[in-house]
């Protein structure tokens, strides 16, 4: 019996822990860049950059609070863990694929000089990859969990049965497929733009989109590989915190392109700052 139950609390700790990592660096950071945003989007007129900037901001502090629930309440079977896991999952996938993905969007429609081209481009792979990320979450809520344990540590069951966990890996392969799209448009106009510009806030977007992608594609791809090939307790060990860095880099990206100590952008750009 001890040896079950080893294998039980293990995993379920390091998911804790993981989520408690990701709580602590959602709120601290939303207390260091609290100031920071009070100067740079509470005053001022609105615009879409805006309006998608507060859906991600707020949308991720809220969103957690279910997370909370899920992997640190005491909740009868009955109450539905499934009902719980459901609406954590839908509120972290919700701000991910969402709010984020359009600020990506509008950042690099004004790189481009609001090329149609590009904003179609980018939409209809939001949209298609869009889909196939909600199918697949929808296929993994019809498919039944693998264990049947009592849970002895508070909580949800939180394992994830090899099917589920397939379903889970597809889900995130569009939103990196999507931020690729994103990286590869940054670095052409990068490579384009070359050392002109130097320590403008044209050039700053470059930097911060490349460094943005460097690290949620490691988040992405942990996702993905642990959905598909960990063992069942450690499925989706990372989401609640990739979730949580993607939202946090999201937030930087667009305070830093309302940083005043920053040059201004090249006449014809000036417009089309975000």
């Known amino acids: 019996m001890a040896e079950p139950v080893l294998e039980i609390i293990a995993p379920n700790v390091a998911s804790r822990y993981f989520s408690l990592i990701a709580l602590t660096l959602l709120y601290y950071d939303f207390v260091l860049t609290i100031s920071m945003e009070v100067e740079r989007y509470w005053s001022g007129g609105r615009s879409w950059a805006s309006f998608f900037y507060f859906v991600n901001r707020y949308l991720s502090v809220l969103s957690i ?3 909370v629930f899920e992997f640190f309440s005491n909740v009868s079977e009955t109450v539905s863990i499934n009902w719980l896991r459901m609406v954590s999952q839908s509120f972290d996938k919700c701000y991910s694929i969402t709010s984020v993905s359009s600020l990506l969007i509008l950042r690099t429609y004004a790189l481009y000089n609001r090329s149609r081209k590009i904003l179609y481009l980018l939409i209809s792979t939001f949209g298609i990859g869009g889909l196939v990320s909600l199918l697949a979450m929808f296929m993994t809520s019809k498919q039944e ?9 508070p909580g949800c069951d939180l394992t994830v049965s090899t099917k589920q966990g397939y379903y889970m890996a597809v889900a995130w392969g569009p939103i990196l497929v999507f931020d690729g799209t994103v ?3 940054t670095l052409y106009k990068a490579l384009e733009v070359g050392r002109t510009w130097s320590g403008s806030l044209f050039k700053i977007m470059l930097r911060d989109g490349t460094i943005y992608f460097g690290i949620i594609a490691i988040c992405y791809l942990s996702n993905i590989l642990t959905y598909a090939f960990a063992d069942l307790m450690y499925k989706g ?9 993607s939202s946090v880099l999201a937030t930087r990206l667009m305070l830093n392109i309302r940083d005043p100590e920053l040059f201004e952008l ?3 750009w000036e417009s089309e700052s975000v």
């Not at 969990?145 to 540590?153: D, E, K, P, Q, T």
């Open 65 to 67: 609070i279910p997370v």
């Open 266 to 268: 090249p006449r014809r």
């Open 183 to 185: 990286f590869v448009l």
């Open 145 to 153: 969990g693998s264990s049947n344990h009592v849970m002895i540590i």
């Open 237 to 245: 060990l990372s989401t609640t915190l990739t979730n949580v860095i």
